[in-house]
């Protein structure tokens, strides 16, 4: 297994290309499952979750032709022969659901197998099987396997408990080729939903009010092809703008755009680190003196986002004074205090919350990565340490960042990976 050494040598200048978001990618190529006709996707990000989404849609019969490096995925599901997730793909990846409302909408049938826990919590799927069923789909839930079929998806009003990502989009993608109006009422409002809306829509679908918490879908007989650029990262964006927080210096994020971020940039202004628009994206620097600590409350979007309450820890361990995190999407969420506390960092875990007395300076040691976000913040947190820090089981980091030593290395860090 490799892993990732990093030696903390002070600023970083440069500029660090932003890639299009894995999760708004996972979501918008089962898409193609909808449709007979080709779909392509530019500006995809080049990763080990969109591997593992290529060999699950090549498991069905969809032929995904990965172009230009991997930038471009040209899809096609004309010739579907499956239409069986199996296990031993989907338990890799939890995003693998989303295969489940497409399949059911163009074929009335679906056999795709549960994802399971993971690292971070329980995370059921049980708000993904409710909106279909709202849509006329019988479900049956045996040996591990979601088993659904249906006489044709009619429109429902369905009104999500809590919001999720992941069954609002498994839900808007199925009610795009049900019969009549589905009116989805406390979706999720992330850009990420926002992106594959608009896909759909150049694919032929009708649908209106995404980005708000009621998203209405005329369903319609049939959809086309399309060609869509995926959004931008707004997670790896958050992540390389910690990058000079933590470490002082000025980077400049190209792509990068405030809106995708705006509850983020709040709380980096507040900590003293200054974010300026660019003809090309934003750039980001240190304001004077050190990072002051700020409480943070992760949110559904517009909120501030789960998936940066990790990195965010790390620039908050060399803070001046406490701070609050309090974790409010996943229950188990704090697995990186104890390794940053390895480096000298001071945290108490209570439940859903985390308190962080800021310390002058980390020290370099060696730490374990325990799931995605978690392992970037630990290179984060040893970019500003003293002395070596060596990460290990960075798998968990390429399921989700491309080039992350290629990327920090071109802003002057010193970070290899180490094969192993
Ligand atoms: C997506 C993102 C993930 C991000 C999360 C929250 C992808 C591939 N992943 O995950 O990176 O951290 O949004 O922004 O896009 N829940 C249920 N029942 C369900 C579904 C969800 O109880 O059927 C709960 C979850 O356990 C969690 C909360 O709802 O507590 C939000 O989860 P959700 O928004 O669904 O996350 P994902 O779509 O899995």
Redesign the pocket.
């Given at each position: 297994m490799d892993s990732i050494l990093v030696r903390g040598n002070g600023p970083l200048k440069g500029q660090i290309p932003i890639a299009g978001a894995k999760?708004a990618c996972?979501?918008l190529m089962p898409a193609t499952l909808l449709t007979e006709e080709p779909l392509t996707l530019t500006n995809a990000p080049r990763l080990s979750d969109i591997r593992t989404m290529t060999q699950l849609l090549g498991s069905l019969g969809a032929e995904v032709a990965a172009l230009q490096g991997g930038q471009v995925l040209a899809m096609s599901s004309h010739n579907l022969t499956s239409q069986h997730a199996d296990y031993d793909i989907v338990r890799k990846m939890?995003?693998s659901i989303l295969v489940l409302g497409p399949l059911l909408a163009r074929f009335g049938q679906a056999e795709v197998s549960l994802p399971g826990g993971c690292a971070i919590?329980?995370?059921?799927?049980?708000?993904?099987l409710k909106a279909l069923e709202a849509m006329g789909a019988e479900l049956d839930l045996r040996d591990g396997y979601v088993r659904a079929k249906t006489s044709g998806l009619r429109g429902a009003v369905f009104v999500f408990p809590?919001?999720?990502?992941?069954?609002t989009e498994n839900a808007l993608m199925a009610a795009t080729l049900a019969k009549g109006t589905t009116v989805l009422k406390n979706a999720?409002r992330?850009p990420?939903i926002v992106d594959l809306a608009q896909c759909l829509r150049r694919m032929g679908a009708q649908i209106e009010g995404e980005g708000t918490s009621t998203i209405t879908i005329q369903g319609v007989d049939r959809l086309g092809g399309a060609t869509h650029p995926v959004v931008t990262d707004r997670i790896e964006l958050g992540t390389y703008m910690l990058a000079p927080a933590i470490c002082g210096g000025e980077v400049e994020l190209l792509g990068g755009r405030i809106d995708l971020l705006a509850a983020f940039c709040e709380k980096l202004d507040a900590a003293g680190v200054s974010v300026t628009e660019t003809d090309r994206g934003l750039t980001v620097s240190r304001k004077n003196g050190r990072i002051r600590a700020v409480d943070v409350v992760t949110e559904?979007f517009p909120g501030f986002?789960?998936?940066l309450q990790a990195q965010m820890m790390a620039l908050l361990c060399t803070a001046e004074g406490t701070s609050v995190l309090e974790e409010k999407?996943?229950e188990n969420r704090f697995m990186h205090a104890p390794e940053l506390t390895r480096m000298g960092a001071k945290i108490e875990v209570h439940g859903g919350h985390a308190t962080v007395h800021g310390v002058e300076k980390l020290r370099g040691a060696p730490v374990m990565a325990t799931d995605l976000r978690a392992s970037v913040s630990l290179i984060l947190a040893a970019l500003a340490a003293e002395g070596e820090t060596v990460v290990s089981r960075v798998y968990h980091l390429d399921r989700g960042y491309e080039k992350v030593e290629e990327k920090l290395s071109a802003c002057g860090a010193l970070i290899e990976r180490i094969a192993g």
């Open positions: 999760n996972l979501t939890r995003a919590g329980a995370r059921p799927v049980d708000l993904h809590i919001v999720s990502v992941g069954a999720a992330e990420e559904p986002p789960t998936d999407i996943f």
